[in-house]
């Protein structure tokens, strides 16, 4: 019974970091578009 908890504990530690990175990987890309728009906003501008 103890090694089931562990196990289950060991799966949603794993599940969190997993979780955990997508999020990073999500606000990154959010980053990487706001760059971008704000890049297509001063050519905008220019022209």
């Not at 997993?18 to 220019?46: A, P």
Request: include cysteine.
């Amino acid at each position: 019974m103890i090694i089931v908890a562990c196990l289950f504990l060991i799966y949603l530690i794993y599940k969190v970091s997993q979780l955990e990175r997508m999020v990073k990987k999500q606000q990154s890309d959010v980053e990487e578009m706001k760059s971008y728009v704000k890049v297509i906003m001063e050519e905008g501008k220019r022209r």
